[in-house]
């Protein structure tokens, strides 16, 4: 990237890499983490995203998408089928949910179940709130 020159505005586009000016595979790369509260992102594509945090996010990427192939070749579901829903009972009523629950009993952060449980936050305030009702 050419050094900056004093009052130089540099324009971001949000579909084009920050880096390299690549238009494929673009993601949102926090400049500050999100978790030290950071807002602002840069567009980064996967390769310069990779190199950011030191890791080959393209044969991550890659791996995974021949590993749901495979799976799927070998007759294993993935997802629930289409236009069908799980009852709110029955989502309460998963093991993992249980854990969920016994956790924010015992005053756990969302976060820190996350962590813990390696699940998504909004799974864990889908709990809380069944648990209010």
């Not at 070998?74 to 089928?81: D, I, Q």
């Not at 236009?83 to 005053?107: R, Y």
């Amino acid at each position: 990237m050419p050094s900056m020159k004093e009052n130089e505005v540099i324009v971001i586009h949000k579909n084009k890499c920050f880096e390299c000016g690549s238009t494929e595979n673009i993601q949102n790369h926090h400049v500050i983490p999100k978790s030290k509260g950071g807002t602002k992102r840069i567009p980064l594509c996967i390769k310069c995203h990779g190199k950011v945090h030191n890791k080959n996010l393209v044969k991550f990427h890659a791996l995974a998408k021949i590993g749901r192939e495979q799976a799927i070749e070998n007759g294993v579901k993935m997802g629930r089928p289409k236009n069908s829903k799980e009852t709110f009972e029955i989502f309460m009523n998963k093991p993992k949910n249980q854990k969920i629950l016994g956790l924010l009993k015992e005053g756990w952060t969302i976060r820190r179940i996350a962590k813990k449980l390696n699940c998504s936050n909004k799974t864990i305030i889908k709990v809380r709130r069944g648990n209010e009702i």
